[in-house]
């Protein structure tokens, strides 16, 4: 799961349309930088009040260079995923889905 401070569902966590967002995460030691399947992370529109999708998915974009890190001294990965300022006042869900077929994802209220 999601380290803070983003939380999975059933959370909806609450973020700054156009910011960037620290999303940490522990895979239980150091699987390397290339841990996401094609085409992850991603994310898209769902409705605010069900969740449910109602946009198509979209490559997320990164903050600067930042993209993907692992720190061996807390076991954690690091991705900081940039937002876009027009998803102000939508919902989307961020969704990770890893090499080895597994998934988190991760619901987001953009102000």
């Known amino acids: 799961?999601?380290?803070?401070?983003?939380?999975?569902?059933?959370?909806?966590?609450?973020?700054?349309?156009?910011?960037?967002?620290?999303?940490?995460?522990?895979?239980?030691?150091?699987?390397g930088l290339n841990i996401f399947a094609t085409g992850s992370p991603s994310s898209a529109t769902v409705a605010c009040t069900?969740?449910?999708?109602?946009?198509?998915?979209?490559?997320?974009?990164?903050?600067?260079?930042?993209?993907?890190?692992?720190d061996a001294t807390s076991d954690t990965y690091s991705y900081i995923w940039k937002t876009d300022k027009a998803w102000a006042n939508t919902c989307r869900r961020l969704t990770l889905r890893f090499v080895d077929g597994t998934v988190a994802e991760a619901d987001f209220q953009f102000k």
Not at 5 to 27: D, E, H, M, R, W
């Open 1 to 31: 799961g999601f380290l803070a401070p983003v939380q999975g569902p059933p959370t909806v966590n609450i973020a700054k349309a156009g910011g960037a967002i620290p999303v940490k995460f522990s895979l239980g030691g150091d699987r």
């Open 50 to 70: 069900s969740g449910t999708p109602t946009g198509t998915v979209e490559a997320t974009a990164t903050a600067g260079n930042s993209g993907l890190s692992y």
